[in-house]
């Protein structure tokens, strides 16, 4: 049962780690270089859309995590799997202190009601977020590591 768990919370941890990657690398890349409006519309849906689910995922994740650690204490690994949790944890508040208020914001703007400094608003999201991203990624490959 502890290997389903181990390798189930691995895999959750690693999707969530590709969404939130691809974000950063990909798709805002490509809302930012669409003409006009457009990317800051793109940017408002997805904060709307990624704003209902992340929350959820990343508790999931570390709720996974939390169990995990509780039901291996005493198996090896153990401790890279606490780190990973104590990571995810990082991850929870920076999104709670930084990003949500950005995103918060940014998701009920349209281009008649943004505000004028919306570009660096929406950069400073993304400087937190390739933070966030790099917390989520060494969690991640600890995951991995713990499952060795």
């Known amino acids: 049962m502890l290997n389903a768990l181990e ?14 990657f691809s974000v950063a690398f990909v798709i805002n890349p490509i809302l930012n270089a669409l003409p006009e409006d457009s990317g800051q519309l793109g940017r408002a849906h997805g904060g709307r859309m990624l704003g209902a689910v992340m929350p959820v995922w990343y ?17 090896p690994g153990t401790g890279l799997v606490v780190t990973a949790g104590a990571l995810l944890i990082v991850s929870v508040v920076m999104s709670l ?14 281009p ?13 999201w993304d400087r937190f977020h390739y933070v966030r991203v790099a917390v989520i990624i060494a969690a991640f490959a600890l995951l991995v590591a713990a499952l060795a």
């Open 59 to 75: 508790l999931g994740s570390l709720a996974l995590v939390a169990g995990w650690a509780l039901a291996g204490w005493h198996h």
């Open 7 to 20: 390798v189930f919370t691995t895999v959750v941890v690693g999707v969530m780690v590709g969404v939130e």
């Open 97 to 110: 202190l930084l990003l949500v208020p950005i995103n918060n914001r940014g998701k009920t703007w349209t």
């Open 112 to 124: 008649d009601n943004r505000p004028e400094d919306w570009k660096e608003q929406m950069n400073r």
